[in-house]
């Protein structure tokens, strides 16, 4: 039997290339059970007619199936589902099922109630998107990043890629951390005080996870990193938020009996503001007191454009009570997921075995590419291009602001946001939704609140993923919905 062209459609949504999605949809279409063994595919010349692309393209497509024996070829009789293609997927053993478990009562701990701005998954169709923690691909070095992958596959570094590091991390991953991007902070770390991870965020729920139980006293900013709660969430701990002002997190207001501090004294998230050389000295002096640890987010120091950058918390430590947590996701691109904490050596290991626990490693081939590109000066030169276009940008957007009347909330030296406040009473929530409709994506600011009661008049505005040409015209539409 053969199997009409007309079965087959392109998906305009589907990621990666017309030749991925010819070979997605034959080998779905055979795991499915909707094409069976033996039969004969469309011809290329036919089904490249029917979806409108190149007949190299089919033709490319169907070699590869053919190699990975989902399909064969006949001579000049065509291509066929292959007699020993995978099997398909068992179907018709769903049985109708009602969930009778009582779920409030087996899950221990509730994560899915901490409130989240969830962006839209287009989020790049809409004309103007404020939204922040996304990479533009204007600005990014795709070439060099994929020369350094290709060499992080080559046979040279073949062990670095597959094997099982188990507990520890890439050797040259560490060493530029070590040598390069802590020094640059005022920290100098040996291999054994460095632990490579997936992103600040599990770097934060490691320190969370080691350091706080039930019974034990976190104290965070408010606002603040809003994944911060349902990490602090697990452990059980007794969480006291502090409010920040222009300086960051109020020492004086630190509670005498905190075990722990979470703070983000470089851009403080979501503000942006700057804690002041004589605070983290004062927070510091707290510490030793007081006797609590703190866990510093070196949340975009790589951003600081407008003043240079202050000394990092732990680069000023001199007991040991600061763990550093630093992250290449936002400096390179989200979906990397890479970042790294600094703290002494019986805390790391503690880190480490608890990471090795859970997920062994960061996947090597993922490390060996980023050592690459930071050893060979691509990193550096991307920051700096990034820098001098994010700089831009925001005077593009603190003009606009500016012309529009509208209030900025937090001021800081950089970063890649402002951080904003509308008239009081208005619900940013709502706001969000009316603009979005007219193309515009902000982000509503109730969710970096860990109080029970949030405002709800703040949002945010990222000027990372916006050509700065649509600044001015996306402020002016936000001005125009908050004035009706």
Not at 100 to 118: A, K, Q, Y
Not at 229 to 238: D, F
Request: charged share 25%.
């Amino acid at each position: 039997m053969a199997v009409s062209e007309e079965t087959f459609f392109l998906d305009p949504a589907f990621e990666g290339t017309l030749q991925q999605q010819i070979q997605s949809l034959v080998a779905e279409g055979i795991l499915s059970g909707r094409l069976r063994s033996g039969e004969k595919l469309p011809s290329t010349r036919r089904l490249a007619k029917h979806l409108g692309i190149s007949r190299i393209t089919v033709t490319l497509a169907y070699t590869e199936l053919q190699a990975d024996d989902y399909i064969t070829s006949k001579g000049r009789s065509g291509y066929y589902v292959s007699d020993t293609a995978p099997h398909p997927r068992p179907t018709g053993l769903q049985v109708e099922m009602r969930d009778t478990v009582d779920w409030d009562r087996f899950i221990g701990t509730s994560f899915s109630d901490v409130e989240l701005f969830r962006k839209p998954p287009d989020w790049q169709r809409y004309r103007y998107p404020f939204i922040y923690g996304q990479a533009d691909a204007s600005l990014f070095d795709h070439a060099n990043w994929r020369l350094c992958a290709l060499q992080a596959l080559g046979l040279r570094d073949f062990e670095a890629m597959t094997t099982d590091y188990f507990e520890r991390d890439d050797p040259r991953l560490v060493e530029f951390i070590a040598r390069h991007s802590l020094p640059r902070r005022g920290i100098l770390a040996g291999p054994d005080e460095i632990l490579v991870t997936l992103g600040a965020q599990n770097a934060l729920w490691l320190a969370a996870e080691v350091l706080l139980s039930e019974g034990r006293h976190a104290v965070i900013e408010s606002p603040c990193y809003p994944g911060l709660g349902s990490i602090l969430a697990g452990t059980e701990a007794r969480v006291t938020s502090v409010s920040v002002d222009a300086g960051g997190l109020p020492v004086d207001r630190v509670p005498g009996d905190a075990d722990v501090v979470f703070v983000t004294p470089s851009h403080h998230c979501p503000t942006s503001v700057t804690m002041p050389l004589a605070r983290r000295k004062a927070l510091l002096d707290r510490a030793a007191d007081d006797d609590f640890l703190i866990v510093e987010d070196d949340y975009e120091f790589e951003m600081s454009f407008v003043t240079p950058p202050s000394p990092a918390l732990k680069s000023l430590d001199k007991e040991g009570r600061v763990i550093h947590i630093g992250s290449f996701s936002k400096s390179l691109f989200p979906g990397l997921r890479l970042g790294y904490m600094v703290g002494s050596k019986r805390f790391i290991a503690e880190a480490r075995a608890l990471r090795a626990a859970i997920l062994r490693h960061p996947p090597g081939h993922v490390q060996r590419t980023a050592a690459y590109f930071m050893s060979l000066g691509h990193y550096d030169a991307l920051i700096k291009r990034t820098a001098k276009a994010l700089s831009a940008r925001r005077q593009v957007m603190a003009e606009a602001i500016r012309e529009n009347g509208l209030t900025i909330a937090g001021k800081g030296n950089g970063g890649s946001s402002f951080w904003m406040k509308a008239p009081d009473g208005t619900d940013t929530a709502i706001l969000a939704q009316a603009l979005q409709d007219k193309g515009v994506l902000i982000e509503p600011g109730s969710a970096f609140f860990p109080d029970e009661v949030k405002p709800s008049e703040y949002y945010r505005l990222a000027y990372s993923s916006i050509a700065k040409e649509r600044i001015a015209d996306g402020i002016a539409l936000i001005a125009k919905a908050l004035n009706a």
